[in-house]
């Protein structure tokens, strides 16, 4: 599937995206709060890279805890970055750009940099890729968060978190076109297992890597230069 497909995908949501996250997301607040813990540096004004950035959801998290940061926001769909700006409108030092994050020429180094729910889309080449990109963007010291969904086990496991997720979903009241939306994007989803993705970020230069939340297809991990 290419990138176009999903950034129209994003653009025709962009307007209902925050309504429906914790509607599509059963463990939101420990998911996101996961990121956010983790998300650990010793800098006063430490710079930000967000990837995915969206509409700014884990952003704005992240200049709550780090209200001096410099926070830099990619997103290839211009339609949730206007929702970013407005968010995000009251931290002057924010940077927006409207790119492709596997392929713009970022200009570090940065003392995080951070993913939620963006890195699935992309086929695993593209992910081992973007790994060592972020690797080589990261100050010694530095810190990679990714919030994101992971494959299961096995076709099965697969299968359970699916009928699981339906099943949260439906109970959180979300109207049923939306659940219909978000199945039909998921379709996009290129999820890779949680241990491939720990063992590409080792083998990009990290010197450790590991799972720090998982909820179903749920996980946030980090990865340490």
Request: charged letters at 30%; hydrophobic letters at 40%; one cysteine or more.
């Amino acid at each position: 599937m290419e990138h176009h497909e999903i950034k129209k995908k994003f653009d025709e949501v962009a307007q209902d995206y925050d309504g429906q996250r914790r509607g599509l997301i059963p463990c939101f607040d420990d998911f996101y709060g996961a990121a956010v813990a983790w998300t650990e540096t010793p800098a006063e004004e430490p710079a930000v890279l967000d990837l995915g950035a969206g509409t700014g959801l884990l952003a704005a998290m992240l200049l709550d805890k780090y209200p001096n940061a410099r926070m830099t926001l990619v997103d290839f769909s211009g339609d949730m970055l206007e929702q970013a700006k407005r968010r995000l409108a009251r931290y002057r030092g924010t940077v927006f750009i409207e790119a492709d994050y596997t392929s713009y020429p970022f200009e570090g180094p940065f003392d995080a940099v951070v993913s939620s729910l963006s890195i699935h889309h992309l086929t695993h080449e593209e992910k081992r890729r973007l790994f060592r990109t972020v690797r080589r963007l990261l100050r010694p010291g530095g810190v990679f968060v990714n919030a994101d969904q992971t494959a299961g086990a096995s076709e099965r496991v697969d299968e359970r978190y699916r009928s699981l997720w339906i099943d949260a979903v439906i109970g959180s009241g979300l109207p049923r076109e939306a659940l219909d939306a978000s199945i039909e994007r998921r379709k996009l989803d290129r999820n890779a297992g949680l241990e491939d993705q720990l063992q590409w970020l080792r083998d990009a230069g990290f010197h450790a890597a590991d799972c720090v939340y998982k909820y179903n297809e749920f996980t946030v991990y980090a990865a340490w230069t």
